[in-house]
């Protein structure tokens, strides 16, 4: 029984049901990544024997007759720049490659609490900076559907596990579109929730007003409950908002008759690859037929999107960064002074993109420039958010393409950091307004690559979200195919 290629939810029926057991089930997806790993490359850390000893307490928990959460006993995967207390956190950079944090992310402890089996850390971007994971300090993660193109990133490790079938699910962080752009090259299910929703304690920070903890799973399902298990209000957060998240599962098998879809000239301008607009155009003609109402809605500033995520990305890295200086934690280079150990362990322990942003953030932040830049950029980011303000006075969600192009082949885009940044340009503004996204299969192109078709609402609308890729989802079968180049 290939119980890797099953969803969280069939899984948790079969468990209950007490069908296949959890160590049976941990094993079985122990054996898909021995078995992918040399191909793919998703995982930093393997946690085989961890996760054994985690299947078989939730198989005790399973059989006490109490009830459990959703997701108990189901293998996930964690995102490599989340502390996970007594395994090593590397966020995929040489600078962290000794770190064993000695606590866990809120996110971590509350699925720990849900008696999920942790089968790894996945690969990421150093930092999580880039769209690619072609900047890990570690290895490459490669595009389960074609093994000589990247996965996306920065969460393509927990990307391609999924669509791998080396996790039933994962968790992802979302900057500039780092859970939803590897979800779409990917083919899976990937949702950003609103700033504040999911605690970022434990998240080891790249821009903190940016960052936002989301699920990565093989359907809409699979993402409502583990989003269910990761939102709430935490203490430990500062920016973690005063809000008592919905039971999202609910927000599913609803009609969308009446559903107003916004579509934004922006998101359909030159630069769409044109089989990605086809893919998108059908899949709004699908909402059509569904219930669902266009209407044309307009983002006037997201063309100052990139240009305004890369000086204030920038500039928070700039100011995050600074405390991996070999003082405390981390890799440490040896020297005769401070001042040289400082620089000496910063040159061997970052990433050339790492040492971009950095100095980029650096730049905006200095005397003499602060307001031409940073403060200007913070202004446009208050124009953007407003865009969307008014665009959901009109529509209920926002439909367009995740990502310009399909998955794109190693080094086609590294020799050109702006071109490599365009990736994200229909996930950025996302960001910088802090509202929630979703990107789900919705297509492929004649090579056989998979397209997402991305889905916004406003601030802790991701009911909206749920009901509408729940209802697309239902009513195709893109979400059901399975990569070709490592299939079982």
Known sequence: MELHTKTAHELRDMLRRREVSSVELTRDVMARINAAEPAVQAYVTVMGDEALRMAAN???ALASGEPQADLAGIPLAIKDNMCTRGTLTTCSSKILSNFVPPYDATVVSRLRASKVVFTGKTNLDEFAMGSSTENSGIKKTRNPWDTSRVPGGSSGGSAAAVAAGMAIAATG????????????????????ATYGLVSRYGLVAFASSLDQIGPMTRDVEDAAILLNALAGHDPMDSTSAKYT??????????????LRVGLPKEFFADGLDPEVRAAIDAAIKKLEELGAIPVEVELPHSKYAVATYYLCATAEASSNLGRYDGAQYGHRAEADNVVDMYCRTRAEGFGPEVKRRIMLGTYALSAGYYDAFYIKAMKVRTLIKGDFEKAFAKCDVIAGATAPTAAFKF???????????LSDIFTISVNLAGICGVSIPCGFTSGGLPIGLQLLAGPFEEGK?????????QATEWHTKRPPAISA
Do not use: W
Not at 414 to 421: A, G, I, K, S, W
């Open 245 to 258: 998240p919905p039971d999202y599962t609910s927000f599913l098998n609803k009609p969308i008759k009446g």
């Open 173 to 192: 962080s979302d900057t500039g579109g780092s859970i939803r752009q590897p979800a779409s090259l990917c083919g899976i299910v990937g949702v950003k």
């Open 465 to 473: 979200l749920f009901t509408a890729a729940h209802a697309f989802e």
């Open 58 to 60: 939730a198989d005790k």
């Open 411 to 421: 080094g086609e885009k590294t020799d050109n950091p702006l071109e490599m940044y």
